[in-house]
């Protein structure tokens, strides 16, 4: 892949995209870096599996001692487990991405974002969220898309776009804010008792900085010659849903139209939809034994 190197600056703070520079074997792969902060963000799918009803997307956020410059020492030389930090980022990056995919998927999803390198200044959480998106886009995969995060804090009266650790312990605002060209995602927010019209204006102020990292996926992609995957929905045997509609709709609907909040009336309609399965039942199924 061609190695491409992008900037985007939010009022000084740079956010450099550089693509095609590590883990070629991955689906897609991207190392987003502001400041001396710099996270590498992979994505892979296989093939989905047989009898799930639910899109198998994992998401994994490393963050390991070396990445600030500390080796463990001691007798095993080996890292403690992760800390809670780390749980609640990979919920942040999982947060946004879900919704984006088709509700058909079921293909095994992974996002692994590790960071590399660490300083005292920008956090990482967000910059893992924009690389996420990338390499999706990057993998090829069904994506309503792109996706962008970024961070927004208030100190005095000014609005600041991703803020550094000290900004955020000095202001009084820490909002998350993930949009799509459709509209905002997902808002995770900390204040100290701020009006509701300045969180709205935060919200906003958030969202056009996350457009600009919207539209430099875009041309990232259209330099790549990468067109957003858009697959059509499986066809779908649809059998056994008219088969269910067919001898059970009717007769649930007039019950539960007719159901009274009393403890009888809830004995009764447990009584009829076990009527109702058993009557389901074909003849030829053999009957579960415990």
Known sequence: MVE???????????????????????GGAVLIQSGDTAVLVTATRSQGREGIDFLPLLVDYEER?????KIPGGFLRREGRPPEKVTLTGRLIDRPLRPL???????????????VSMDEQVPPDVLAVTGASVAILLAKMPFYGPMAAVRVGLVGDDFIINPTYSEIKEGELDLVVAGSPDGVIMVEASA?????QDIIEAIDFGYE???????AQR??????????????????????????????????????????????????????????KSNLRSPNSRKRTR
């Open 4 to 26: 491409i190197d992008k900037s985007i600056s939010f009022d000084g703070r740079d956010i450099r995209l550089k693509i095609g520079l590590l883990a070629p074997q991955a």
């Open 65 to 69: 001692l070396y990445a600030g410059g």
């Open 101 to 115: 995919f088709p509700s058909w998927l079921r293909d095994d999803i992974q996002v692994v974002a590790t960071t």
């Open 192 to 196: 100290n008792q701020l009006p509701e």
């Open 209 to 215: 900085a996350a457009c600009d990292l919207i539209q």
């Open 219 to 276: 041309e990232i992609m259209a330099e790549l010659g990468i067109d957003l995957v858009v697959e059509e929905r499986p066809s779908l045997d649809s059998a056994l849903e008219n088969f269910i509609r067919d001898r059970a709709q009717a007769q649930s609907a007039s019950f539960c139209l007719n159901l009274n909040k009393t403890k009888t009336s809830g004995m009764q309609l447990w009584t009829k939809l076990r009527q109702m």
